[in-house]
C-alpha cells in the first residue's frame, strides 16, 4: 500500500483516478467547478500518459449520448460534469441506465438556475435520483478519490451507470491531503473490462433500443429495479475488498457515535465533516450526540438505516437540496420512511441548508443538536422543517 | 436467428436491457395493416430490379437475378416500387374484403 500522500483538490483526485483508470473513452463538455476534472485529465491524454480516445463534444446531451455510444460498442466510457450539466443530460441518463450500461461519472454538485449560482447543493444530483444511477457521496477529498476507483468495479459488476458526487468548491477546489493507490494497485483492483454484450462484437450482432410497448416495457423496468436491490450486496463486497487491501472502509454509511447516541443528525457530504467536530465537543459535555454520515444514496440502504437509528430518541435529516414540495426535502423524505415500521419511532425533524453555496459551521449544526436536545426533552416538535440560516 | 417467441416472458427470463438478437424481425410479419397492395405484371417486367433497390422493407423478392415476386408477410402497401417501376408492371391496388392478393397472402402465411 502506498504511503505517498499528497495536497490534492477533488478535482485534482478525480482526474488522477481516472488517469489510473485509463477508460476507453471519455467525452466531456466544461462546466464550473467540474471542468479542471476534464481539463487535467485532456493534458493526460496530450501528454500520452493515458490511451483514452477524448472526445470534446459540443454539450453534455452530446457528451452523455457519446459515452452511451462507446459504452454500447464495448468500452469502458466516463464522463464528468455538474449542475447545469447534469440537467442537459437528462433524457440520456435514463438511457444509460436502462441498457444497463456501466457508465462512470464523476459529478460536482452546484445549485441548480435561476437564479444563476455556481456554489455547492445538491439540488442537481437529488434531481437525478431516480434515473437508475447508483449515487455514492464523498465526504472528503480522499473519499471522492476512493469513491471513483471502486465505482468502475461497482458499475462493471451491477451493470448500472455510477455518479460520485463531491461538494462544489468546498472539496472541488479545496486542497486535501490524499493518498492515492500506487498506480499497479489501482489498475489490479480495477481489473479489465469484458463486457458480455457489445456492438463491436460482430460475430454476434443485436438491436439496440427497440421499441418496447405496453407488453415488455414493463418487464425490463422491473429487471432495472432489481439490479438496483442487486448492486447493494455489490457495494458492500467491492468496498470490502478495498478496505481488505488498502485499509480505509466504505459502507452505505458511516456511523459516527450513532450506536449509543441519544440524538443524531443524517448529514450527506462535506458538512458530514463539521458535523463530526460538533460531535466530538457535544460527547465531551456527556451529551449522547451522534452523525450518520450516508455514502450510498442510490441504492437506498433503508433497511440498514432503520437497524441502526431505530434506538435514537431524536433525528435530525440535514437536507442541502428542496424537494419543494411544501413538506420537506429528498433525503428526509427516504430517512422517515425508512422509520415507519418500526414499532417505536424516533421522533424526526428536516432542516434545509447550504442552498447556493450558503456557508454551514459549528454554531449552526451546534443550534441542531440544541433543538434535538429539547425536542428529547419536552417530547415536543415545534417545527418539522427548518430552513437554516436563511434570513427571515 | 431469433426464434419466434411462443409465450410472452416475464422478466426473469427475458433478454436483458430489450437487447434483441439480429433477424427477429423476420418473425415479425407486418405486412397485415396494408390499404394498397403492389400487384406485379410478370409480362411488362423487365427485371431492372428498380423495385428492389426502393423496396424500404426489402420485400421484392429475387431470385438468378430476376424478380420473382412481392414478399406480402412484409410488404405495407407503401407504393414506391409502382412509383419507381419505369415500365409500369407494378400497379396499386386497393385492399378489399376477399381480396385476392389478401387470398395470396394467407397462402403465404401458410407456407
Known amino acids: ?392 | 436467428m431469433g426464434e419466434k417467441i411462443k409465450k410472452k416472458l416475464g422478466w426473469k427470463e427475458l433478454p436483458l436491457a430489450d437487447f434483441l438478437e439480429a433477424g427477429s424481425s423476420l418473425n415479425f410479419e407486418t405486412g397485415d395493416w396494408r390499404s394498397q397492395q403492389p400487384v406485379w405484371d410478370e409480362k411488362k417486367c423487365k427485371h431492372c430490379l428498380f423495385c428492389w433497390i426502393y423496396c424500404p422493407d426489402s420485400s421484392i423478392m429475387v431470385k438468378d437475378k430476376k424478380m420473382t415476386g412481392i414478399d406480402y408477410r412484409y410488404c405495407k402497401g407503401c407504393g414506391i416500387c409502382a412509383a419507381e417501376c419505369p415500365f409500369k408492371a407494378i400497379e396499386m391496388r386497393r385492399v378489399g374484403r376477399g381480396d385476392l392478393i389478401a387470398k395470396q397472402n394467407k397462402e403465404e402465411r401458410k407456407r
Open chain 1, 1 to 392: 500500500m502506498s504511503e505517498k500522500r499528497m495536497a490534492k483538490t477533488a478535482n485534482e483526485a478525480i482526474a488522477e483516478a481516472m488517469r489510473q483508470i485509463n477508460p476507453d473513452v471519455v467525452a466531456a463538455y466544461p462546466i464550473t467547478p467540474a471542468t479542471e476534472i476534464v481539463q487535467i485529465f485532456s493534458q493526460f491524454v496530450a501528454d500520452g500518459k493515458v490511451t483514452t480516445e477524448f472526445v470534446p463534444v459540443e454539450s453534455e446531451h452530446s457528451a452523455m449520448s457519446a459515452v452511451v455510444g462507446a459504452s454500447l460498442a464495448g468500452a469502458r466510457a466516463m464522463t464528468a460534469t455538474s449542475s447545469q450539466g447534469l440537467a442537459l443530460m437528462w433524457e440520456i441518463l435514463y438511457i444509460a441506465s436502462a441498457l444497463r450500461l456501466p457508465v462512470i461519472m464523476p459529478m460536482v454538485n452546484r445549485a441548480l438556475s435561476a437564479p444563476i449560482n455556481i456554489h455547492c447543493d445538491h439540488s442537481d444530483s437529488m434531481g437525478a435520483r431516480d434515473s437508475g444511477w447508483i449515487q455514492l457521496y464523498s465526504e472528503s477529498v480522499q473519499e471522492t478519490y476512493d469513491n471513483v476507483i471502486q465505482a468502475v468495479r461497482i458499475a462493471e459488476r451491477s451493470l448500472l451507470p455510477v455518479m460520485v458526487t463531491t461538494d462544489g468548491f468546498i472539496l472541488s477546489h479545496c486542497l486535501e491531503l490524499l493518498t492515492p493507490l500506487l498506480d499497479k494497485e489501482a489498475k489490479d483492483f480495477i481489473g479489465e473490462y469484458r463486457p458480455k454484450n457489445f456492438l463491436l462484437d460482430t460475430e454476434h450482432p443485436f438491436t439496440v433500443g427497440a421499441l418496447d410497448l405496453q407488453d415488455y416495457y414493463f418487464e425490463h423496468k422491473r429487471q432495472e429495479a432489481e439490479a438496483m436491490i442487486e448492486s447493494k450486496k455489490i457495494i458492500l463486497k467491492i468496498g470490502e475488498e478495498f478496505e481488505r487491501k488498502f485499509g480505509r472502509r466504505y459502507e452505505f454509511f458511516e456511523d459516527y457515535k450513532v450506536i449509543d447516541s441519544e440524538v443524531a443528525t443524517v448529514v450527506i457530504g462535506s458538512a458530514a465533516g463539521t458535523t463530526k467536530v460538533v460531535v466530538d465537543q457535544l460527547r465531551e459535555e456527556k451529551i449522547k450526540a451522534g452523525l450518520l454520515k450516508l455514502r450510498v444514496f442510490r441504492p437506498f440502504p433503508a433497511e440498514e438505516l432503520k437497524e441502526l437509528l431505530k434506538n435514537v430518541k431524536v433525528i435530525a435529516v440535514l437536507d442541502r437540496a428542496d424537494s419543494l414540495n411544501a413538506v420537506s426535502g429528498p433525503l428526509f423524505s427516504e430517512i422517515r420512511n425508512a422509520l415507519y415500521d418500526l414499532e417505536e419511532r424516533p421522533k424526526i425533524v428536516n432542516y434545509i441548508y447550504g442552498l447556493g453555496g450558503r456557508d454551514i459551521g459549528l454554531k449552526e449544526i451546534h443550534s441542531i443538536y440544541e433543538d434535538l436536545e429539547e425536542i428529547n426533552r419536552t417530547g415536543k416538535i415545534k417545527s418539522l422543517l427548518t430552513y437554516l440560516g436563511v434570513r427571515e
